[in-house]
């Protein structure tokens, strides 16, 4: 027998133990811990909503969406979710772009998902548009301590036009995990659009991670997740990952991503703007390696050719204002949490 096959059993029945010992099933050996990131591309119901701006989406606006419509947008998420955790959904399911709490609940309580015992954390956002960041999470696979959704600090509410940030604080598998949910503003009208209230909401997630890490101590294990509408490489995502006071290292994994492929096509150009951030810890810890740990799910049936610039792009919902059926105009990523 092999050095190598040797080194696999063993490996293998380590696991097996420390799992055993810990009270989990061999379906849970075989499963892990899997988070999964996703920009659904406006997820509206189809009643007007007179406290935002979303009158595209009624089946008298602009966009023409009606029941149909929605229904076939639920499903196909369902469809993403299920194919994302390999038919063992995801124990927690990162969503923005989700108009309110209803279509939460006809996607979590109304498709296949509802064997899966989904809970929900949602809360409606500042947006003008009522599109929100949010949450689901398989209640028999992780346990929630504590959630909040935050705004920079001296920031009035009514003057904060954008979605806020969900922090969550959970359990699974016996460590405790900070995560900080984003869906940062647009930069629709060049590069300088919204930057200012970009850097707040960086600065106070440092803020916010360092404050955990002087708590905690060093080996905080803090997950940074969502669509920053910002590349690995701009300075304001960098922020992020600068030396903190409290020595704590942060590395984005979504660099190692950058290629020939993203998650969000513009022009023909692919660009990596849904990232996810971890402390060092958590790859010491969680993950097998850093390269390689977060994937970009990419199955063929959310891409299709793109109609303009050579290559593929997400199969989106509308093109343009143009119904054509489709998942999204972006793609998800997915990390595996594995216990050493």
Known sequence: MSEGIVTRITCTLSLLLLFISKGYSQDDLSHPVRFMFYNVENLF?????????D?????SGLRRWNYERYSNKINSLCKTILAAGEFYPPAIVGLCEIENRKVLENLVYGTT????NYGIIHEDSPDPRGIDVCLIYRKDLIKIFDYKYLIPEGVVRVMFKTRSVLYLKFGV???TLHLFLNHWPSRRGGVLAGETIRVKIADMIRQKVDSIALYSGSKALILIAGDFNATPDDQVIRLLTANYPSGLSLINLS??????IGTYRYMGTWEMIDQVIVSKPVIESLLCHETGALKIFKPQFLLQDDPKYPGERPFATYLGYRY???YSDHLPVILDLIKK
Do not use: H, R, V, W
């Open 45 to 53: 119901d189809t009643y007007n909503d007179s406290l935002t701006d």
């Open 55 to 59: 009158d595209e989406f009624i089946p």
């Open 113 to 116: 998902l509802a064997k899966f």
């Open 173 to 175: 598998s016996g460590d």
């Open 255 to 260: 660099a190692g991503l950058l290629g020939n």
């Open 324 to 326: 054509q059926g489709g």
